[in-house]
């Protein structure tokens, strides 16, 4: 698993990797454009929403909605990343803080319109994405929702067939998200696939 330093490193060129992947339709990027464009029309439902963004990266979607007019909220763990996404959205409230630990205080006294994340909340545990999910449901304002876009599954039985595909390439480190054993915690979760090992998850308060 990548630490903050790690990130560091791989922040210059995480666009291109990711953009690499994507455009090969390959294990774990393939649909990645599709998952980014299916949760920006889904924030543009609201006119000026107030939008937390965890684990942002270099700001690839999060930039697109503080174009919109939308106020921007994040946490990530890297400073390289942090600075990147600060030079797109220079008035964004973007806060440094290891997500596994839960939100920084600044974050969790506020209310949001949508809670999203991309490509981030792979690196918990499942019993750790329950705690958080909780935790960042509460931190939404009446009809907001949590929008996740990741690698993710339907069932179980649809990850081990994209894992058996990806051969070597697959990560043992990251934890995907598996959409019917998720609802054990959050019956109303709802699942939409995009590709052979992406989906959008989406949860309202």
């Not at 890297?78 to 974050?107: C, R, T, W």
């Amino acid at each position: 698993m990548l630490n903050d330093k790690g990130f560091d490193l791989w922040a210059d060129g995480y666009d291109k990797t990711v953009g690499i992947s994507e455009a090969e339709n390959t294990y774990p990027f393939a649909g990645y454009k599709k998952v980014l464009g299916l949760i920006f029309q889904t924030v543009m439902e609201t006119a000026n929403a107030a939008v937390l963004d965890i684990g942002f990266g270099t700001g690839t979607l999060t930039a697109k909605l503080y174009e919109q007019g939308c106020s921007i909220y994040g946490q990530d763990f890297s400073p390289g990343m942090i600075a990147l996404a600060s030079e797109k959205m220079p008035n964004a409230h973007l806060y440094q803080g290891d997500f596994s630990k839960g939100l920084v205080e600044p974050l969790r006294a506020r209310r949001y319109d949508y809670i999203v994340a991309t490509y981030s909340l792979h690196h918990l545990t499942d019993a750790q994405k329950s705690v958080f999910l909780f935790e960042l449901r509460d931190c939404l304002k009446e009809n907001g929702k949590i929008i996740i876009g990741d690698v993710a599954f339907e069932t179980r039985k649809d990850l081990e067939r994209c894992k058996l595909d990806a051969g070597d390439a697959w990560d043992d480190d990251e934890i995907y998200f598996v959409a019917e054993e998720l609802r054990k915690d959050f019956p109303g979760l709802s699942f939409t696939r995009i590709s052979d090992c992406a989906g959008v998850l989406m949860l309202d308060r």
